[in-house]
């Protein structure tokens, strides 16, 4: 915890009111945004991607997936 302080990481989730859901997906879907994500990983691997985070100098977004989300 106090290394996402001390590099100024930010965590963010995501939420969507389930009626603006398909707006939300309609605006993704019209860009590729897949560049901006380097690394991917299931849930069970958070304390991965953090060390991704802090250790790797060209980290893009780290995609935290959850179920059968890969």
Known sequence: YV???MKQFT???SMEY????????ELLAR??????ITHQLP????GDGLAV???E??????M???GDER
Do not use: H, Q
Request: aromatic share 6%; glycine share 8%.
């Open 3 to 5: 290394n996402l302080l």
């Open 11 to 13: 965590v963010r989730g």
């Open 18 to 25: 389930p009626e603006r859901f398909e707006d939300a997906i």
């Open 31 to 36: 860009r590729d945004l897949s560049m901006l």
């Open 43 to 46: 849930l069970e691997r958070f």
């Open 53 to 55: 985070l802090e250790g």
């Open 57 to 62: 100098k060209d980290c893009g977004k780290v």
């Open 64 to 66: 935290i997936t959850m």
